[in-house]
């Protein structure tokens, strides 16, 4: 049987070097001055990982200025994110800091129509049975699901709901960050990271299937 061919080869020890550099000295004119080395790598490493991950859908790769206009801090993310196949319906995020390999998957930020649809959904036995299953399916696999947000439960739900603890979330999240390990800098950093989001696939589904994009957006 063939073996498969992957572009990503793992993240370099050079990228770690870099995020440490940055973290010791954020500024606009240091990044200028180093872009390149940022570009060779974090962000072509990034871009290796897309094009294996393309069977997921689409990716964005976040531009790496902060808007300090509205959100006070360094001018320049000390981080290096990729989001594949959100489109507004959930999606995939892969992250690399030097808080460790960040993978995740769900819908970090839905608007109020999306979580109104994701609680009637919670709220159904059977569409909840199915999200049952899909969160067993990435906790088996090491991910772990987001915190409520909410200290009671959204109005309009009996407060002994038999799902209040999933009704209490404003958004579903799955994640795994993973420590810097030598396995990082070596193409089985890509077998990794996919096992993550292949087993949030059916998480992924179920908020497409029962969430969907956003309608005031569409309307706007």
Same mark, same amino acid.
């Given at each position: 049987m063939p073996v498969a061919t992957t572009a990503f080869r793992g993240f370099p020890p050079e990228a770690l070097e870099f995020l440490r550099e940055l973290e010791a000295d954020n500024d606009r004119d240091w990044f200028k001055t180093n872009r390149a080395r940022y570009e060779e790598f974090l962000a072509e490493p990034a871009r290796a990982l897309a094009v294996d991950l393309a069977d !997921?859908?689409?990716?964005? !790769?976040?531009r790496p200025w902060n808007d300090t206009r509205f959100h006070p801090g360094p001018p320049v993310k000390e981080h290096i994110g990729l989001a594949i196949g959100h489109g507004g319906a959930g999606g995939y995020y892969v992250e690399l800091s030097l808080d460790g390999l960040l993978v995740a998957a769900g819908l970090h930020a839905p608007a109020p129509d999306q979580i109104d649809r994701m609680r009637r959904a919670i709220d159904g036995a059977r569409t909840a049975a199915s999200l049952t299953r899909a969160i067993a399916r990435a906790r088996k696999a090491g991910l772990e699901l987001n915190e409520p947000e909410l200290v009671r439960g959204p109005r309009g739900y009996a407060t002994d709901h038999p799902r209040m603890d999933l009704l209490r979330r404003r958004r579903l999240v799955v994640f795994r960050r993973h420590d810097l390990h030598p396995w990082l800098h070596r193409p089985d950093a890509g077998a990794r990271i996919r096992e993550g989001l292949d087993a949030a696939g059916p998480f992924v589904r179920w908020l497409?299937?029962?969430?969907g994009p956003s309608q005031r957006q569409q309307r706007r």
């Amino acid at each position: 049987m063939p073996v498969a061919t992957t572009a990503f080869r793992g993240f370099p020890p050079e990228a770690l070097e870099f995020l440490r550099e940055l973290e010791a000295d954020n500024d606009r004119d240091w990044f200028k001055t180093n872009r390149a080395r940022y570009e060779e790598f974090l962000a072509e490493p990034a871009r290796a990982l897309a094009v294996d991950l393309a069977d !997921l859908g689409s990716p964005h !790769l976040f531009r790496p200025w902060n808007d300090t206009r509205f959100h006070p801090g360094p001018p320049v993310k000390e981080h290096i994110g990729l989001a594949i196949g959100h489109g507004g319906a959930g999606g995939y995020y892969v992250e690399l800091s030097l808080d460790g390999l960040l993978v995740a998957a769900g819908l970090h930020a839905p608007a109020p129509d999306q979580i109104d649809r994701m609680r009637r959904a919670i709220d159904g036995a059977r569409t909840a049975a199915s999200l049952t299953r899909a969160i067993a399916r990435a906790r088996k696999a090491g991910l772990e699901l987001n915190e409520p947000e909410l200290v009671r439960g959204p109005r309009g739900y009996a407060t002994d709901h038999p799902r209040m603890d999933l009704l209490r979330r404003r958004r579903l999240v799955v994640f795994r960050r993973h420590d810097l390990h030598p396995w990082l800098h070596r193409p089985d950093a890509g077998a990794r990271i996919r096992e993550g989001l292949d087993a949030a696939g059916p998480f992924v589904r179920w908020l497409r299937e029962q969430v969907g994009p956003s309608q005031r957006q569409q309307r706007r």
